[in-house]
């Protein structure tokens, strides 16, 4: 009942406080949805376990990817796991429904996979033994998505046929509601096809993958015996992938370093146990600090609120009320305000969340990522001791100070509440520092991203993207033949080059600027002195006219030829970082330069670091360099120097049998609309000469290079306002804070201004006595934070890399260093002159009369 009572006049309290209860309600929401909103994120990428799957703790996955081969020998190891599977992924496939050709994502996986993860069909049946034979007739389950969007719910397609890539597959069930893969966030699935299936079906398997130690494609996860761990896992396997090195006569088998590296397999993003800090760290320092300002900012503003209730305070005390009862009204005060400020945040965070959990803000990636970040029970009770955390932070702390009031000179008028003073420090100084030190920290930290994110977004793409548009297609997994689809693009390069909106056309099997990178690959050079290392980079496949096109300039050498565009052709051209990295002003060309096969895809999610990663070996192929290319920016780095290394061979016909992720893309240049703008559909004419070729076939990722751009920056610039945002709310608040706690000064010290406007001080005095305080606040806060923030960036540097390097040394960059101090002092005290302002209309016959 008393706790009824003491909700009811709390409520009556705060609703006669309107002004103090809308900030403090508005201010602690935002630093709650913040808060929350982090935690969500974090949820969503580290902590979720991957839908549908039975007991994911017990489940391992070994990167980097790995071959069939060694997937067989892996699964030996009955000491090790109960059960085992791999998958290959992500892998594009053409169906046919609804008389057109859909481009949908699958997997090829084992007959085991679906029985390790403890999937169940919600109709018909999923893979068995049978479907490890080869030559079976090729069979298919289908996600529960997929079954409701694309077949309509018929309870009838199991038995019936789907065109895949030209192929006839037989359905045989569909997955449980929930489940699209083992990797849903990073290799979404909503078809899953047999390994065994011919290569008609998946290119992927042509030339004899699964026997080839040397085709890294297959991801290895295990569920583990009952006392075995993830340590004992990765030792494990690294001494039986040493063993196959050695068997196999790898050519990187003297290398050194783990071979495989085990993580856990039943979160959606399998993160090793040493990166958890730092990414932990990362939302727990933005989310602390902002919730840090906002608590010491209510905190403040309900130590002035308390100093106006003294009286009411003293007669309840007078009159016999317990200090702990009166500590129990005002903490039910301060709950009431959190628990308002938490329905609010979570609100907040809900709807920030349902955003970026779209779809659409994430089209720039080849395939379609399923991002679920809204709020799970889990951030829901995170909430919820957040905002009972948040009640007690600011309300404590006043809650003793109020009901420590002494009753005779608080029954007078003029009496006041006094806080405690250890030497100089006071409940209320350090309540001011605390913010400053925190929003200084915040601001440099948000800086830091801000800037990182804004080079990123930089337009040097080391190309000219005016006018440039793409179209990708992918005729093989449409039905097409190799051969067929050779010819196929073949005529389509003839029929666009003739057009009159086009000026230049080539094509290649990687849209420039795009998220998903080429397969990080391996080259062997001729280096110094005759001897061979070993360098990174990428391997881009583009027709002859690609330099062309694209405006990219040949530095040196010659660009491809007619005759490069054949099987066998050892013609090569490199990046002019690659020339410079490599040979070290020595002329490259005429160099010779082994490669290594094709590797799974690389993913960026702008500025949070996650990479399929996987090292290339077995077969080789010797090139020979016959030019230099300019640089051009590839991905999110800053600029096109900043670019990995990029080894350029021919488009020959083998290069048709194995399309990529984006099939093969033709890239066209427009001719220039009457004034010089893009005023000739230039895409619009090739999509009418596809459809006059072949009306099945079904164009995918048309756009032009500025739409593509864009598309690919989107996440960039929402992180970018994001931050800045952050930010910008960290000083609003340190703003507001200040400006209430000097106000609440000039309050208490009335009588002291009183007696020294009386004694002769004049209004320059009163106003260097308010602002003198207040200025040192500022600066011991200012050092504080810088303290602070240089700890906190060293931490996100050293796990956001990209951004570290984009962002340079925060530390000694003068626009944040000296910049971010001066903007808060100057608000900071920009917000103090106004009540010390006031403070100089004190009247000295007044306040004295109160005594």
Not at 229 to 248: I, K, P, S
Not at 436 to 441: D, E, M, P, R, T
Not at 669 to 688: Q, T
Not at 820 to 847: E, F, H, I, M
Request: with cysteine; charged share 20%.
């Amino acid at each position: 009942m008393t706790l009824i009572q003491d909700i009811r006049f709390g409520l009556r309290t705060l609703a006669g406080a309107r002004g103090f209860t809308a900030v403090a309600v508005l201010s602690l929401a935002l630093g709650i949805g913040v808060a929350t909103s982090a935690f969500s994120e974090l949820n969503g990428f580290v902590l979720r376990d991957v839908p549908g799957v039975a007991r994911p703790d017990e489940l391992v996955t070994v990167e980097p990817p790995t071959s069939y081969p060694n997937y067989q020998r892996y699964r030996e190891r009955s000491d090790l796991f109960s059960a085992t599977l791999a998958y290959a992924a992500p892998v594009p496939l053409g169906v046919f429904v609804g008389g057109r050709t859909e481009r949908t994502w699958g997997h090829l996986v084992t007959a085991s996979y679906f029985s390790t993860l403890g999937v169940r069909p919600s109709l018909g049946r999923l893979f068995g033994p049978e479907e490890d034979q080869p030559g079976r007739a090729p069979t298919v389950v289908v996600s529960y998505r997929y079954w409701q969007d694309h077949l309509s719910s018929d309870r009838s397609i199991v038995g019936k046929a789907l065109r895949i890539n030209g192929q006839p597959c037989t359905v045989i069930g569909v997955g449980p509601d929930g489940f699209q893969g083992a990797s849903p966030l990073v290799y979404i699935a909503d078809l899953w096809l047999p390994a065994s299936v011919d290569a008609s079906v998946a290119p992927e398997l042509a030339d004899h993958a699964l026997d080839r130690h040397d085709a890294m494609i297959f991801h290895f996860e295990g569920r583990m015996q009952p006392g075995v761990t993830a340590a004992r896992v990765e030792a494990e396997l690294d001494a039986v992938a040493r063993q196959l090195e050695q068997q196999y006569g790898d050519p990187d088998r003297q290398q050194k370093g783990r071979r495989v590296k085990a993580l856990p397999g039943g979160k959606l993003v399998p993160v090793p146990k040493e990166d958890l800090p730092f990414l932990t760290g990362f939302f727990v320092v933005l989310g602390g600090i902002i919730l840090l300002i906002a608590c010491s900012n209510v905190a403040n503003m309900t130590l002035a609120r308390a100093a106006e209730r003294r009286r009411e305070i003293a007669i309840r005390l007078a009159l016999g009320s317990g200090r702990f009862r009166l500590m129990r009204q005002l903490l039910t005060e301060s709950m009431l305000v959190a628990a308002g400020a938490g329905v609010l945040g979570f609100l907040f965070a809900s709807w920030i969340m349902r955003l970026a959990s779209r779809e659409s803000a994430w089209r720039a990636f080849a395939m379609p990522l399923t991002l679920h970040l809204e709020p799970d029970g889990r951030v829901l009770l995170f909430t919820l001791l957040l905002t009972a955390f948040t009640g007690l932070a600011f309300g404590l702390a006043p809650a003793l100070q109020a009901t420590r009031t002494d009753l005779t000179p608080a029954l007078k008028e003029g009496g006041n509440v006094r806080l405690p003073r250890f030497r100089r420090l006071s409940v209320r100084n350090l309540l001011v520092m605390s913010q400053v030190a925190g929003s200084l920290a915040l601001l440099l930290i948000t800086g830091f991203l801000v800037i990182g994110h804004q080079r990123m977004t930089g337009l040097d793409v080391g190309f000219d993207a005016q006018r440039l548009y793409v179209i990708s297609l992918d005729p093989v997994r449409d039905g097409y033949s190799p051969s067929q689809a050779a010819d196929f693009f073949h005529k389509l390069l003839d029929r666009a080059r003739r057009l009159p909106s086009v000026t230049a056309a080539s094509l290649t099997d990687t849209v420039p600027m795009s998220m998903v990178g080429k397969p990080g690959a391996q080259f062997l050079v001729d280096g110094e002195g005759g001897a061979k290392v070993f360098h990174g980079g990428q391997r881009y496949v583009v027709g002859k006219d690609f330099f062309d096109t694209l405006g990219i300039p040949i530095l040196a050498g010659r660009g491809f030829r007619q005759e490069d565009e054949t099987n066998g052709s050892a013609a090569a051209i490199v990046s002019e970082k690659m020339a410079r990295e490599c040979w070290k002003g020595q002329d490259p060309l005429g160099k010779r330069i082994e490669i290594g096969s094709d590797d799974v895809p690389t993913f960026s999610f702008g500025g949070v670091g996650i990479k399929a990663r996987a090292r290339v070996a077995g077969m080789r192929r010797t090139l020979q360099v016959v030019g230099v290319a300019r640089n051009i920016r590839i991905g999110l780095n800053t600029k096109p120097d900043d670019s990995p290394n990029v080894l350029y061979v021919p488009l020959d016909p083998a290069a048709y049998a194995r399309p990529g992720l984006h099939g093969l893309t033709l890239l066209v240049r427009a001719a220039p609309g009457p004034r010089g703008e893009n005023g000739i559909d230039a895409l619009g004419a090739v999509r009418r000469d596809i459809a006059a070729m072949d009306e099945k076939l079904t164009p995918f990722n048309a756009r032009s290079m500025p739409d593509q751009i864009d598309e690919m920056m989107f996440p960039v610039k929402v992180a970018l306002y994001t931050y800045g945002f952050i930010g910008v709310f960290g000083l609003i608040l340190a703003a507001v804070g200040l400006a209430g706690v000097t106000a609440y000064s000039v309050t208490q010290r009335r009588r002291e201004i009183g007696i020294r406007v009386a004694l002769g001080a004049q209004n320059r005095d009163v106003m260097g006595l308010v602002m003198k305080e207040s200025a040192v606040m500022i600066t011991i806060g200012t050092v504080i934070g810088l303290l602070g923030a240089q700890a906190g960036i060293r931490m996100l540097g050293a796990f956001l890399s990209i951004i570290a390097r984009t962002a340079g040394t925060p530390m000694r960059d003068p626009f944040l260093l000296v910049g971010a101090p001066l903007l808060l002092a100057l608000l900071g005290l920009l917000s103090c002159y106004v009540p010390a302002r006031r403070s100089t209309r004190v009247d000295p016959v007044v306040t004295l009369r109160q005594e």
